[in-house]
T-cell receptor, first 121, second 111 residues
């Protein structure tokens, strides 16, 4: 079945360090890919997305490129801040087969276990 | 534009009871999805509603059910609560099902 593998955390970095969080997935077809972030005590926030091969999603200094050949979507940031401390989730969309009522579309998000990032001043 | 709202934010119930959680999507969004988040299992998909119809369903027992109203608001019900149902329940809305925007969640504790 569809699945996501994220690098195990926690990841602890000093402020201004370079961040990479690896993510690989298995999914039917070519799903849209997402990164979400969860701050303590809050819900998930959409960080960035990519919808097709070689697309680069970016937001708030974070970037991730849709690599079809390696089924990967690694998250990077050149210089992390203390405020980036949170849990990061990689999530492709599952494929939802067409039904009598709906055409084929992308279904639910499939989440990895999350990677906790702590940034020290 | 107001975000996704969920009520209540916190809930404590006893084993065997039932509970109903509510989710109001972003205005104009027609799809509402529910996810359960626990430390052990992580984030798992419960179900999705689109235009008042369940479009997709995860692998949860029948004790978990939901519905969506004509104004796109959604409710999730869990009957005969078990200790293992203690979790953060997250609701997400989207226009057609692509980008999903999450609410703050309802923290359910079963004692």
């Amino acid at each position: 079945g569809d699945s996501v593998t994220q690098m195990e955390g926690p990841v602890t970095l000093s402020e201004e360090a370079f961040l990479t969080i690896n993510c690989t997935y298995t999914a039917t077809g070519y799903p849209s890919l997402f990164w979400y972030v969860q701050y303590p005590g809050e819900g998930l926030q959409l960080l960035l997305k990519a919808t097709k091969a070689d697309d680069k999603g970016s937001n708030k200094g974070f970037e991730a490129t849709y690599r079809k050949e390696t089924t990967s979507f690694h998250l990077e940031k050149g210089s992390v801040q203390v405020s980036d401390s949170a849990v990061y989730f990689c999530a492709p969309r599952a494929y939802l087969p067409p039904t009598l009522n709906y055409g084929g579309s992308q279904g639910n998000l499939i989440f990895g276990k999350g990677t906790k990032l702590s940034v020290k001043p | 534009k107001a975000g996704v709202t969920q009520t209540p934010r916190y809930l404590i119930k006893t084993r065997g009871q039932q509970v109903t959680l509510s989710c109001s999507p972003i205005s104009g969004h027609r799809s509402v999805s529910w996810y359960q988040q626990t430390p052990g299992q992580g984030l798992q998909f419960l179900f999705e509603y689109f235009s008042e119809t369940q479009r997709n369903k995860g692998n949860f027992p029948g004790r978990f059910s939901g519905r969506q109203f004509s104004n796109s608001r959604s409710e999730m019900n869990v009957s005969t609560l078990e200790l293992g149902d203690s979790a953060l329940y997250l609701c997400a809305s989207s226009w057609t099902g692509d980008e999903q925007y999450f609410g703050p969640g309802t923290r359910l504790t079963v004692t």
